[in-house]
């Protein structure tokens, strides 16, 4: 029986592009995995743009203290951006931009300006905006296209592909049957997505648990999907076609990378696969502050960058922790003196919120142990990345901010949230 045993483990260990091989080999994603698995360049141009630095304005922001409650070792603590990051002890990067101009800029953890970081999904936020910027130029017709008129393999899948639509997409209202889960198990659809050579052929073998349209579920698949259309309908590269539509145009001061599947098959990771550095991030923000506009060229069409900055349900029903569109999410928790506060009942809660008008209510959530709390939209809209990698819009302030880091302790969604309230 242990020769038999051997035997399978070695037949593994020998099948260097097998999903298992690779995941047992790296374990759990990384934001340097761009350094281990085969990546395209996204140019950048000739030309940079560099944001105006305001050093004398690092004390106003660095004299601000939030709480961190830290769950497992039942801790609260106060502390500055800058002390949050230097107490996570993890590489670490964040910038805060308004009206062009840099307020605060931190490397912590070994990271510095030149640092490149996968920034995880994220790059769900770049690939929504490459589907708007196709659309613009009119390589997708519209966005109720089927998703078969792109991938017309699909069709031989299943026959629900047929019924599945570029908006769908979008708004994470596909209804694939996928575990969004990154914890360590090398036969997961999440692992073959993500470690495996052949991207079509893993979302080819995914069945459907509702009809396209009806709920919001979460999946990276999803995604996946979308960057195929995008590669599909412009007859380019993802790198090609984000190099030549943003990286050139919006004066990024790195060549930023995106993961592939594999060389035979060059598909993009669109769902998780950009590496990239805070201030090119930032410009990604700055191009939606600036209603898709860059030195006068629009870029991506005004109606798309308003109905991902709007406040929009997708789907019937769902179960997303914040709301979501066109892969931006909004809404902060309520909080009171630094702590979440909580309501008995459903009631006290909506009698609460019926006093304070100024409180913008746009969901309520239900912790278990404590009650009822509601999530908030303080104006600001952020894409969000698996180990809390942050790109943060707040177009009522002109403000942009950027969080990568290596691991999670904060929330820097809700931080920067609390932050924009400080500014003017």
Known sequence: MKRYLLFIIVGILSLQSC?????????????????????????????????????????????????IYLSKSDTLLNLTLRETMDYMDVPSAAIVIQNDTILFEHYSGGWNRDSQSCIFSVTKTITSMLCGIALKDGYIKSLSDPVTDYIPELKDADPTFAK?????????????????????????????????????????????????GENFSYDSATTALLGIVIERATGKSYAQYLSEKVWRPLGMERDALIGLDSKKHHTAKSFAGLTTNVRDLAKIGKLFLNNGVCNGVQIVDLTFVNRCLSTHTAGISGKAQSEYSYSWYWGVADEEDGKRKFFN???????????????????IKKNLKNGYFAVLHNGGFWGFG???????????????????????????????????TYLD
């Open 19 to 67: 999903v298992v091989t690779r995941a047992i080999k790296y374990g759990n994603a990384s934001v340097d995995d761009y350094t281990v698995f085969e990546q395209d360049t996204v140019a950048k141009g000739l030309s940079t743009f560099k944001f105006a630095d305001a050093q004398q304005n690092n004390a106003l922001i660095d004299t601000l203290k939030f709480d």
């Open 164 to 212: 599945l639509k570029i908006e769908h997409l979008l708004d994470m209202t596909a209804g694939l049957k996928f575990n969004e889960n990154y914890s360590w198990n090398p036969f997961s659809k999440m692992a073959k997505l993500y470690f495996g050579n052949n991207t079509l052929k893993v979302l080819k073998s995914l069945k459907f648990i509702n009809t396209p």
């Open 345 to 363: 009942t459903l009631d006290e809660l909506k009698l609460y919120y019926k006093n304070h008008p100024e409180k913008r209510v746009r969901q």
């Open 386 to 420: 698996l180990y809390g990698q942050v790109l943060y819009v707040n177009p009522e302030k002109n403000m942009v901010a950027v969080f990568l880091g290596a691991d999670r302790l904060k929330d820097f969604d809700i931080l920067f949230e609390q932050l924009s």
